[in-house]
């Protein structure tokens, strides 16, 4: 029963440029949401979906846009890089919508130079 | 929106001793409170979790109580062992956007043999 799994695990991008990280959900699961998690510090919820529709958003700039397919997986996408968004990008996938038990990936962490 | 205060920062303990995490939540129609343990390069994990209708519930050597009217929740672990090391997240949901979490800042927990 595989897990949650994420790509790639690491990246290394500069100033401006773009990002697109992946996401397959744990089997079973259809809702995915993503985090953001910087050194030292708790996850941060950027968004959610569920039947490829973003269904929860945090308090993140538009920069910030994902995509589920037909198959529960998911992508999160970031435009024009800054520093600040070195971190690590966290994915969780849980079953149905509302206040579920979410499972994480090991998450893709990207660096900003 | 949701706000999570989570105490201590740091907590070090002789093994075998008890540790015990607390965290508050703001809105009080919050009813899922999960924990998660992390270890140094590894994903959240999911450990314990919590429904607002129990005020505790035990899992070998975890449990977590729910005090609702005081609107705070705890994780408890007795008889610590090394492997018990690592930083532990509680987490609440934004009761205006359910599935949207909150986590708190994070309790790094050291188990001195």
């Known amino acids: 029963d595989a897990g949650v799994t994420q790509s790639p695990t690491h990246l290394i991008k500069t100033r401006g440029q773009q990002v697109t990280l992946r996401c397959s959900p744990k089997?079973?699961?259809?809702?995915v949401s993503w985090y953001q998690q910087a050194l030292g510090q708790g996850p941060q919820f950027i968004f959610q979906?569920?039947?490829?529709?973003?269904?929860q958003r945090g308090n993140f700039p538009d920069r910030f846009s994902g995509h589920q397919f037909p198959n529960y997986s998911s992508e999160l996408n970031v435009n024009a890089l800054l520093l600040g968004d070195s971190a690590l990008y966290l994915c969780a996938s849980s079953y149905g919508l509302g206040n579920q038990p979410q499972h994480f990936g090991d998450g893709t962490r990207l660096s900003i130079l | 929106g949701e706000n999570v205060e989570q105490h201590p920062s740091t907590l070090s303990v002789q093994e075998g001793d008890s540790a015990v995490i607390k965290c508050t939540y703001s809105d009080s129609a919050s009813n899922y409170f999960p924990w998660y343990k992390q270890e140094l390069g590894k994903r959240p994990q999911l450990i314990i979790d919590i429904r607002s209708n129990v005020g505790e519930k035990k899992d070998q050597r975890i449990a977590v109580t729910l005090n609702k009217t005081a609107k705070h929740f705890s994780l408890h672990i007795t008889e610590t062992q090394p492997e018990d090391s690592a930083v532990y997240f509680c987490a609440a949901p934004a009761t205006d956007s359910w599935g949207k979490f909150q986590f708190g800042a994070g309790t790094q927990v050291v188990v001195t043999p």
């Open positions: 089997s079973g699961h259809d809702t």
């Open positions: 979906y569920y039947e490829e529709e973003e269904r």
